[in-house]
């Protein structure tokens, strides 16, 4: 990311504002400089050996003489106690005490007077470093930035010059020193934004940045070392380098744009990162690539942000009104208002609220519409997105008066519905509401926040008459209050839409939060949790919350669900590692994978073996097939290593073959292999949606409030593989349905939700041209001779080329050879054995019983479908006697002959 400042460097003195010893007559010792809307900036601290060997001796000998004089005060202080001691602490508070002139009391009032001058020289010290300067709150989004020259800065006000170098905090600064000299140890010609990078590490703030992003301190010390070989060795004297000053400069814009008081390491930090390609490929050689080190820069501001909050909550709360003075600190009381609502501008006042992340747009999108004249809005979108966060935001807003004119001086009062109508009748909560507007009447300063305003529609006045309190709302709209309300889309439509309220509220949407905005919304959330669980967050932790839970937790909306996982997450944690731990994303991944019964977490050693020989297990259920089972095998490998397409099914197959060749029991090995059970499958015979007035039953009749068999099921359940039985019988409008989701991986019920199919495995099968299949095999062609065919000729009156191309792969499956089906008979079998085996009883079967079976059980036509009713009759039926006669027990063999007869081994020994 290219500098933002691009401060102009005097060629002259190469940005030290120095030549020959005196001060530069090119850029007057302003050294580098940048014009800032309507400010001159320059860095005024020369940055070589003997400015920062004299800076350091300066620090020194305030800290030595600050420790003298705090040694000195302690002393006074002892001294007062000896004399309390002996004369009493009771004599303490009498005059004679301290005018009997003892030279106690004489060293104490000089004690006394020496911490005065130390708190002063305390004070003294905290304003050497100026404040950055305060960016008005009415200046545009981003400010101006353009290049100066020497003579104008120098003909600009006094006030309007700013040194720069004064705002830099003290450990910042001290990292520019330390720079310089690691850049003056290692020979190097300038100070680069590696130099810069190294010192930087050292400072706490960026310390803790770097344990967020999990990152190994030892390899990122490597590859520094490896970055700093490249540099340029000495030939001159020792400098700045452009990309250092535009680091600089870039470090003050950023608090200038963020309204911060001075310039802090994380500052810093963030514009040598930005600014230098170098220190880029850096960080993301470890693992840190640009925009995850983003995320957490803001986490870490956020961090410092709620401290901030903390200390000057904890100083306002003790400078509130109490007594019958509003809260306002106005001289007209509230107290109906005050008894069913909450302030959320006098919370927010003492830093009760989080900082506002990630919603600057919809806080935009409603001071528009109040400055547009409607004045009444409100937010709608699902639970969980953050409604109420604006509300808490609007609320921080309007203490800082970062808000249009017409909001400025006012509070944001909460209503809570449900205290109002409790333990009240319809009559009582309508006089309730009147005495509330009556006192916000009188105010004249109150902004009426109602959360989930369904709550007042349809809350009839007693006696019969109907009269919703929201009836009465919408006349305070009309006379002139302004409400900021929240509703669920759903409650917007059924209660709100419609109603008197609804026609006096302009509607603001709040989508669900995406990608990076997301995660900085969880960032600025999971500050509780780490208190309350005395543990701490990875950044991978937080970016996995959202990742996952956004793909696999599909019945809730982010941020709420990330957030509920990480609550999940660390008491899991806390209980198995124990207070202290760090939480990992690999952590995480396990409870959303213990939720969604999917694997998500890393692939492991044992795992990766099992997928690398994936045919190999399915084959073990499988026979023959090999095309297919390959197919298969290699989407669940994609899958599993996250390299298909998100915003698709995991996979989309149409197996065409006869029946009986094994299609159904792929697509069952596929849902144990994947899914983890069989039982994870929906299975749709397509033959029952033949007309066009079935697609209501898949999906739901229109103005239904419940969707259809197939979007239920998989809303219900998201991680599924979805079989299409003898899709080719269904109506064309049904495969149209199928279209969108094999494109688009959603589907719209009647009820008007989106159901999201990206977690699914699709497979269609289809008799379709099973007699050109059996032909092509007897004329000795391959499979893919005869798939070219059935796509060129005989799959066209069943289905459009546009809804083949849909499909991954098109899997011709080949009729059985017989040697094929004596294999599928031992599985079968196999599959009889283990049943038995709860019985402790072992099953058997000689080579020729077994062949025997599968001659009875093969049909050309039918392929492998009769043997197992062969099967049940022959050898399930006979073993059920057996075992009703009780002429078996535990450990005995079976062992099936040919002609269906079972001789029966007792077991040996006891």
């Known amino acids: 990311m290219p500098s933002l400042s691009k401060p102009t460097v005097c060629a002259d003195c190469q940005g030290t504002g120095f030549l020959h010893g005196r001060t530069c007559p090119a850029c007057h010792g302003y050294a580098a400089a940048v014009a800032v809307d309507d400010l001159g900036l320059f860095f005024g601290s020369r940055v070589d050996s003997f400015a920062i060997l004299e800076r350091k001796t ?337 609320a921080e807003r309007m203490v800082e008066e970062d808000v249009p004119a017409s909001l400025r001086d006012k509070r944001l009062i909460s209503l809570s519905v449900p205290k109002l109508v409790s333990g009240a009748t319809p009559a009582e909560a309508a006089e309730r509401l009147q005495e509330i507007f009556y006192d916000i009447a009188r105010a004249r300063n109150v902004i009426l926040a109602v959360p989930n305003i369904q709550g007042l529609v349809g809350v009839a006045v007693g006696g019969g008459r109907a009269l919703d309190l929201a009836e009465i709302l919408a006349s305070g709209i009309e006379r002139g209050l302004t409400v900021v309300a929240t509703a669920a889309p759903d409650d917007y439509a059924a209660a709100v839409e419609r109603s008197a309220i609804g026609r006096n509220l302009e509607r603001v949407d709040i989508a669900e939060p995406e990608g990076d905005q997301a995660i900085r919304i969880v960032e600025s959330k999971v500050g509780g949790i780490e208190y309350q669980n005395r543990m701490a967050f990875s950044y991978d932790a937080v970016e996995k919350a959202v990742v996952l839970s956004d793909r696999y937790l599909q019945d809730r909306y982010l941020p709420e669900k990330a957030i509920e996982v990480l609550r999940e997450v660390a008491h899991a944690v806390r209980t198995k590692r124990g207070e202290k731990a760090v939480v990992t994303g690999e952590d995480v991944a396990a409870v959303v994978s213990e939720k969604a019964k999917i694997p998500v977490t890393a692939v492991t050693e044992e795992e990766s073996a099992k997928l690398m020989r994936l045919e190999e297990e399915m084959h073990k259920r499988i026979v023959g097939q090999d095309e297919a089972v390959t197919a298969v095998a290699a989407a669940i490998r994609r899958a599993r290593a996250e390299l298909r397409a998100e915003n698709r099914p995991i996979a989309n197959f149409l197996f065409l073959g006869p029946t009986g060749v094994g299609k159904t029991e792929l697509a069952k090995t596929v849902a144990d292999v994947y899914f983890g059970s069989e039982e994870r499958m929906i299975r749709l015979d397509m033959s029952e949606y033949q007309d066009q007035a079935s697609i209501y039953r898949m999906i739901g009749a229109p103005g239904a409030t419940a969707g259809g068999i197939l979007t239920e099921a998989v809303r219900n359940q998201p991680f599924t593989l979805l079989l299409l039985d003898e899709i080719e019988k269904a109506h064309p409008d049904i495969l149209n349905v199928f279209l969108q989701v094999m494109d688009d991986g959603r589907l719209t019920d009647n009820a008007g939700r989106v159901v999201d199919f990206t977690n699914v495995i699709l497979i269609a099968t289809s008799n379709a041209g099973s007699p050109a299949i059996q032909e092509g095999i007897r004329q000795g062609k391959t499979v893919e001779e005869i798939k070219q065919q059935l796509l060129d000729a005989e799959l066209k009156p069943y289905f459009r080329p546009e809804f083949l191309n849909r499909f991954d792969g098109v899997i011709v499956f080949r009729p059985l050879t017989s040697d094929e089906i004596v294999s599928v008979a031992r599985l079968m079998l196999l599959g009889v054995a283990k049943q038995l085996e709860a019985k402790s009883i072992t099953l058997q079967a000689t080579e020729e019983a077994v062949r025997e079976l599968a001659g009875a059980g093969f049909d050309p036509v039918f392929g492998a479908r009769p043997l197992r009713r062969v099967i049940q009759e022959k050898v399930q039926d006979a073993i059920a006697t057996i075992l009703l006669q009780q002429k078996v027990g535990r450990r005995d063999i079976l062992i099936l002959e040919p002609g269906g007869k079972i001789r029966i081994e007792k077991r040996e020994g006891f």
Request: hydrophobic fraction near 45%; proline fraction near 5%.
């Open 58 to 394: 300066e620090r020194r000998a305030r800290g030595i003489v600050d420790f003298a004089l705090l040694i000195f005060g302690l002393a006074g202080f002892a001294l007062f106690i000896w004399e309390a001691t002996i004369k009493g602490f009771d004599a303490a508070f009498t005059v004679r005490f301290w005018t009997q002139g003892t030279i106690r009391i004489f060293l104490f009032w000089i004690s006394a007077a020496v911490d005065c001058y130390l708190a002063y020289r305390l004070i003294r010290e905290t304003e050497r470093t100026q404040r950055v300067r305060s960016r008005p709150y009415s200046a545009g989004a981003e400010p101006v930035i353009r290049p100066i020259v020497w003579e104008e800065l120098r003909k600009l006000p006094a006030k309007s010059r700013i040194d720069i170098s004064k705002a830099f905090s003290t450990p910042a600064f001290q990292a520019l020193e330390e720079a310089y000299e690691f850049a003056n140890r290692q020979n190097h010609q300038f100070i680069s934004p590696v130099h810069l990078f190294a010192a930087l590490l050292a400072s706490p703030h960026v310390g803790f940045l770097v344990a967020r992003l999990g990152i190994n301190a030892e390899k990122l010390k490597d590859t520094v070392w490896r970055a700093l070989e490249r540099e340029t060795p000495r030939t001159g004297a020792l400098t700045v380098s452009p990309e250092v000053f535009a680091a600089i400069f870039d470090a003050y814009l950023d608090a200038y744009r963020e309204r911060r008081a001075d310039v802090r390491p994380i500052e810093f930090f963030a514009a040598t990162v930005r600014g230098s390609e170098t220190v880029q490929a850096v960080l993301d050689t470890v693992g840190a690539p640009l925009e995850k080190v983003e995320n957490v820069i803001t986490w870490v501001r956020i961090v410092d942000d709620i401290r901030e909050k903390y200390r000057a909550g904890r100083a306002r709360a003790r400078l509130r009104p109490k007594g019958p003075v509003g809260r306002a600190m106005t001289a007209v009381a509230t107290p109906m208002l005050d008894r069913y609502s909450d302030d959320m501008t006098e919370i927010a006042r003492v830093g009760g609220y989080p900082p506002f992340v990630g919603r600057e747009k919809e806080m935009e999108a409603v001071f528009r519409v109040i400055e547009g004249g409607r004045g009444s809005i409100i937010l709608v979108g699902p639970h969980g997105v953050g409604k109420e966060t604006i509300l808490e935001g609007l």
